[in-house]
């Protein structure tokens, strides 16, 4: 394998969502955490399960499967946090989101990534930056800032930094 096919190899950590599987560039991510107790926030958007405190620093806890319109989350021995840094203009936002399992940290060729599906010209999952099939797995790529509007994330930043003082 030469330079060239090296530099378009990138690695995605990929958990699951319900029986979906989904990839997260891991410059995205800060770490992964296990289940912890986690306090709610009174008139918190529905997907927001609430906060926790990580490091002294507040963390906003978000449900990913009411945010991809799924039934809450169950708590199982394998549901994790995933700790993810977004960033939109000259802020960032860290928050954790709850998924049902964390699958593997894949090393995936950018060249076998398909593009995002699309449904019609009226609708088109934006969130979802493309597809990669591996073995016999679909695993949607997310573009993660794109799950959430910038008012979302403004409400995010919002949080963690009232929260934090």
């Known amino acids: 394998m030469g330079i060239a096919e090296i530099s378009t190899i990138k690695s995605y950590l990929t958990f699951k969502i319900g029986d979906e599987e989904y ?3 891991v410059n995205k991510v800060q770490s992964i955490l296990g289940l912890q107790e986690i306090t709610k926030v009174p008139k918190s958007p529905d ?3 609430g906060v926790i405190n990580l490091r002294e620093m ?3 806890i978000i449900d990913t499967r009411v945010k991809f319109d799924m039934t809450p989350t169950e708590f199982t021995d394998n549901t994790s946090i995933i700790v993810i840094e977004l960033g939109v203009n000259d802020k960032t936002v860290n928050i954790g989101a709850l998924v049902d399992s964390v699958v593997a940290v894949r090393e995936i ?3 076998i990534i398909q593009p995002s599906p699309r449904i019609g010209n ?3 999952f934006e969130f979802i930056s493309g597809v990669v099939k591996l073995e016999e ?3 949607m790529i997310l573009d993660l800032v794109k799950l959430f509007t910038s008012d979302e994330f403004n409400k ?3 949080i963690q930094t009232e929260k934090s003082e």
């Open 137 to 139: 797995n679909f695993i």
């Open 58 to 60: 507040v963390l906003p």
């Open 156 to 158: 995010l930043k919002k």
């Open 122 to 124: 009226n609708y088109k």
């Open 23 to 25: 990839g997260a560039h």
């Open 109 to 111: 060729d950018e060249k």
């Open 47 to 49: 997907y927001m399960k």
